[in-house]
Nanobody
Framework: QVQLVESGGGLVQAGGSLRLSCTAS????????MGWFRQAPGKEREFVAA????????YYADSVKGRFTISRDNAKNTVYLRMNSLKPEDTAVYYC???????????????????WGQGTQVTVSS
């Protein structure tokens, strides 16, 4: 089992920045990769970014490329999502997720992630 706890959400004006954190506990040695997803009211949960646990590659949704940065600190079992140049359309509940393997699926495949955090609200005002 892996437990994920997110923090860092809040209310910010358009153009502002926020940094989300996600700390994993439990069987973290089994983590293959971590990802961030978001879900706006009335919409499907969508992929934001992902990072393997033991490689430096990063992967982003087109909508956030150049504005968001995912990073990790293995010593702290923590993944971060730095969000710059925020837009009102970035408003959503942001979820951290962990996966145990590639499963031959893409980084954006939410069904490939085994564990999820409780979510943190990000609201961007215009």
């Amino acid at each position: 089992q892996v437990q994920l706890v997110e923090s860092g959400g809040g209310l910010v004006q358009a153009g502002g920045s926020l940094r989300l954190s996600c700390t994993a506990s439990g069987r973290t040695v089994s983590i293959y990769a971590m990802g961030w997803f978001r879900q706006a009211p009335g919409k499907e949960r969508e992929f934001v970014a992902a990072i393997p646990w033991n490689r430096d590659n990063t992967y982003y949704a087109d909508s956030v490329k150049g504005r968001f940065t995912i990073s990790r600190d293995n010593a702290k079992n923590t993944v971060y999502l730095r969000m710059n140049s925020l837009k009102p359309e970035d408003t959503a509940v942001y979820y951290c997720a962990a996966r145990w393997g590639s499963y031959g699926s893409s980084w954006s495949d939410r069904w490939a992630y085994n564990y999820w955090g409780q979510g943190t609200q990000v609201t961007v005002s215009s």
